[in-house]
C-alpha cells in the first residue's frame, strides 16, 4: 500500500527559528510536492521535485526552501519562521509526469509560529 | 489560465439525503479532473478521477461525469452518511507550462444523524 509519512503531526516553533519539515514516500515516486493549506485557500504550491537535486518553484515559494538528496525524501525548510507561516503543511507524491496520475498525501503537519 | 471553483461550505444534511457538490473549471489544454477527500485530522486522499471528457468517475458510492461543455465536475451522492463527514476538494491537473494540480478552496460537509 502506498505511503506517505511527515516526521511531524503539530509543530510549535518561534519566530525566526529555522524549521524543517520531512516528507518520505515507500512508493518509488519520482515527483514529490509540497502544499500549504489555509482555510478558503484550498491547497497552494509551494515547492516541488520531479527528481533527485532537482527543484522547482510552485505558487509561493517565498520564505521556504526544499532538499532533495534521496528519491524518497523531501524536505521543506522555513529559514527564518514567521507567524504569517502558521499553516497545515502536507506532502504529496506521483509516481510520473502525466495528468492522469492523483497525489498521494501524507498526513500534514500542523505547525504554529509564535 | 487555470483554476478551479467549488461551492461553499459548509453544507449541513440529514443522514440518506442527496448530496451535491459543484465544481466548475477553466482549463487551457486539456486537463484531468479529480475529487479528493480530507477526513479530520488526515491528509487528503484520492475520491475519484476521470480523464476524459464524458467519463464518469465512481468510488463508494460517489459519482462525477466530466462535462467539457459545462466546463464542471459536480460530486454526487444518493444517500449520504455520518461517515461521509469531511472536506471535498475537486482539482484539475493539467500540463501547460509544467505539470500542475490546481486544487478548489474546499467544500466542508456535515452529515447529522
Known amino acids: 500500500d502506498v505511503k506517505v509519512t511527515q516526521s511531524s503531526r503539530y509543530l510549535v516553533k518561534r519566530t525566526g527559528e529555522k524549521v524543517f519539515l520531512e516528507c518520505v514516500q515507500d512508493m518509488d515516486h519520482e515527483n514529490m510536492f509540497w502544499y500549504r493549506q489555509d482555510p478558503g485557500l484550498g491547497l497552494r504550491l509551494i515547492y516541488f521535485?520531479?527528481?533527485?537535486?532537482?527543484?522547482e518553484k510552485g505558487d509561493i515559494p517565498e520564505g521556504y526552501s526544499v532538499s532533495r538528496e534521496k528519491k524518497e525524501r523531501f524536505s521543506l525548510i522555513l529559514e527564518s519562521a514567521s507567524t504569517n507561516q502558521t499553516s497545515m503543511y502536507l506532502c504529496a507524491s506521483t509516481p510520473g509526469l502525466l495528468v492522469s496520475y492523483e497525489q498521494y498525501f501524507g498526513p500534514g503537519t500542523r505547525l504554529t509560529v509564535t | 489560465g487555470n483554476s478551479v471553483t467549488q461551492m461553499e461550505g459548509p453544507v449541513t444534511l440529514s443522514e440518506e439525503a442527496f448530496l451535491t457538490i459543484n465544481c466548475t473549471y477553466t482549463a487551457t489544454g486539456y486537463p484531468s479532473l479529480f475529487w479528493y477527500v480530507q477526513y479530520p485530522g488526515e491528509g487528503l486522499q484520492l475520491l475519484l478521477k476521470?480523464?476524459?471528457?464524458?467519463d464518469k468517475g465512481s468510488n463508494k458510492g460517489f459519482e462525477a461525469t466530466y462535462r467539457k461543455e459545462t466546463t464542471s465536475f459536480h460530486l454526487e451522492k444518493g444517500s449520504v452518511q455520518v461517515s461521509d463527514s469531511a472536506v471535498y476538494f475537486c482539482a484539475l491537473m493539467v500540463n501547460t507550462g509544467g505539470f500542475k494540480t490546481i486544487f478548489g478552496a474546499g467544500t466542508r460537509l456535515f452529515v447529522k444523524a
Open positions: 521535485s520531479y527528481d533527485v537535486k532537482m527543484k
Open positions: 476521470a480523464t476524459k471528457a464524458d
